[in-house]
C-alpha cells in the first residue's frame, strides 16, 4: 500500500491541520476496545487507525491484518458530521462511498492465509453507514467501538508497512530482559534510562510522583535525573512524562516527539513543584487508557507508600499482547524502604520489570 499514491493523497486529504475543525470527533484515532466485525471498513483487523476531519468532509482509515502475512488496508470516505449548535459532546455521523474518492475497500474477502485460514471481510453493507458518537474525556465511542486520540504518524507508520505488528524483530525489541537479547541477530534495543535503570521500547513514559513529601532535595534530584533522562532519548523516540500527587498532570494528551519537544519537556520539568499525595492511579489510567499506542516502558518513580490497590490497577491495565515493561524507583532513607519496597517490587515482579532503591 505504500506505493499507492492515491493512498497518500487520501492521508494529506483527511490530515490537513488547516482545515480541521473544532468538531469533538476531529482528529485521528486508533480503536482500543470493541470488536473487529466489519462496519464502514472491512472487519477481522488487528490494528485500526481512523481520520476524521468534518473541514474536508473526508474520514481515512487504515486498518492492519495478520495471517500467514501482514496485510494494510486503507480506504477514503465521505464524512458528514453535523455539530450540534448546544455544544453537546455526542450525536451522529455519515460515513459514504464518494465516487470521486480514488481510495476504496474492496467488495469481496480476502484471503490472508495462516491456520485456521483468515480473511479480510468487507465493510457492512455498501453504506452510507449511520454512526451514533460520543466523547468520553479523551476518547471517542463510535458506534460502540472505543478509540482513544493518536497522531498523523499512527498512520505514516502503517502506510510504511504495518508499524506495531510484531514482526520478530519487534518482538525481540519489547519483549521482557531485552539487553540479554541485545546480542542476538538484528538491531540493537533502543533504550531509555531513569535514575540508571534501563528500558528497551520506542515509547517511554516517566511516572513520577511530586507529592508533598518530595519537596527540598528530593525533588531536585528527581528533576535532575528527569533532565538527563529526556536528553538522552534518541531522536525518533517518543515519551510522555506524568508527574503524580493525587492526580495526574501530563504534558500533553499524546506523545511526544523526543526530536522536536526535547526542550519544551525540559523547561516544563524545571518549573515543576510538589503537593499533593502519593497515588498514581490516575497517571497509570492515562498511560494505557489515553495514550496510543500503549507504552513499551514504563518507569514509576515514588518516595512515598502508594495504596495497595495499585498493583491489581496495573495487572488490569496491563494486558496487551505485548505487555508493557514496568521498573519501579523508590527513593528516600533506607529506615523507609522496607515499607514501599513490597508493593513497588510486586509491579515490577509482575510486568516484567526491575526494583530499584534509590537512597536520599
Not at 53 to 81: C, H, I, K, Q, W
Amino acid at each position: 500500500m505504500h506505493s499507492l499514491e492515491a493512498d497518500e493523497r487520501a492521508l494529506k486529504r483527511a490530515g490537513d491541520a488547516a482545515a480541521v475543525s473544532s468538531h469533538p470527533v476531529a482528529g485521528v484515532w486508533e480503536q482500543v476496545d470493541g470488536p473487529s466485525s466489519p462496519d464502514f471498513g472491512p472487519g477481522g483487523y488487528e490494528r485500526s487507525v481512523l481520520m476524521l476531519n468534518p473541514g474536508t468532509r473526508t474520514a481515512a482509515l487504515y486498518r492492519v491484518f495478520r495471517g500467514s502475512f501482514v496485510f494494510v488496508m486503507a480506504g477514503e470516505l465521505a464524512l458528514d458530521a453535523p455539530r450540534d449548535p448546544n455544544g453537546k459532546r455526542e450525536g451522529s455521523l455519515e460515513l459514504k462511498v464518494d465516487p470521486s474518492l480514488p481510495s476504496k475497500f474492496p467488495s469481496t474477502p480476502i484471503s490472508l492465509g495462516g491456520t485456521p485460514p483468515r480473511h479480510a471481510a468487507p465493510p457492512k453493507g455498501a453504506g452510507p453507514w449511520t454512526l451514533a458518537w460520543k466523547r468520553e474525556k479523551q476518547q471517542l465511542v463510535l458506534d460502540g467501538k472505543r478509540y482513544a486520540p493518536t497522531t498523523i504518524d499512527a498512520f505514516e507508520d502503517l502506510r510504511r508497512g504495518g508499524s506495531d505488528i510484531a514482526t520478530d524483530a519487534e518482538l525481540r525489541e519489547v519483549a521482557p530482559k531485552r539487553p540479554a537479547q541485545a546480542a542476538t541477530a538484528g538491531p540493537k534495543p533502543k533504550e531509555a534510562a531513569f535514575f540508571g535503570v534501563r528500558g528497551g521500547g520506542k515509547r517511554f513514559v516517566f511516572i513520577v510522583d511530586i507529592s508533598g513529601s518530595m519537596l527540598g532535595p528530593k525533588l531536585d534530584r528527581m528533576k535532575d535525573e528527569l533532565t538527563k533522562s529526556v536528553k538522552a532519548l534518541d531522536a525518533d523516540a517518543e515519551f510522555s512524562v506524568v508527574f503524580f500527587a493525587g492526580g495526574a498532570r501530563v504534558m500533553e494528551q499524546t506523545w511526544m516527539k523526543a526530536r522536536t519537544d526535547r526542550d519544551r519537556a525540559v523547561n516544563l520539568i524545571a518549573q515543576q513543584g510538589c503537593d499533593g499525595g502519593t497515588d498514581p492511579t490516575a497517571a497509570f489510567q492515562f498511560a494505557f487508557g489515553t495514550l496510543s499506542p500503549i507504552p513499551d516502558c514504563i518507569f514509576f518513580m515514588t518516595d512515598g507508600q502508594i495504596p495497595p490497590t495499585i498493583p491489581a490497577l496495573v495487572r488490569s491495565l496491563n494486558n496487551a499482547r505485548i505487555p508493557t515493561e514496568i521498573h519501579s524507583i523508590v527513593i528516600g532513607s533506607a529506615a523507609e524502604e522496607p515499607m514501599m519496597r513490597p508493593l513497588m517490587e510486586q509491579i515490577a515482579n509482575e510486568n516484567h520489570g526491575s526494583y530499584t532503591f534509590v537512597p536520599q
